[in-house]
């Protein structure tokens, strides 16, 4: 998974998959749903995301991995 901020449009994506999106969706004002050709959920977009999401903080929990906060 991967999450990319774009300051200058100030939208998030959060890449859920490395297969290409064929179809997308809005599902609330700003939020965007995008689909591979299976209809498999691959992206999610979030536009005004500085005012929807909390992005100074970032916490990864019950992953195969250690918890970790990473703190902009």
Known sequence: MKLT???D???LYIDLSEQ???ESQEISE???LDYDARGN???I???N???KVQLKELTLSK???EIQTIVA
Do not use: E
């Open 5 to 7: 901020y774009y300051p």
């Open 9 to 11: 449009t100030d939208s």
């Open 20 to 22: 290409p999106s064929v």
């Open 30 to 32: 700003g939020i965007v």
């Open 41 to 43: 959920l691959v992206g």
């Open 45 to 47: 977009d979030i536009d």
């Open 49 to 51: 995301a500085s005012k």
């Open 63 to 65: 992953l195969p991995t």
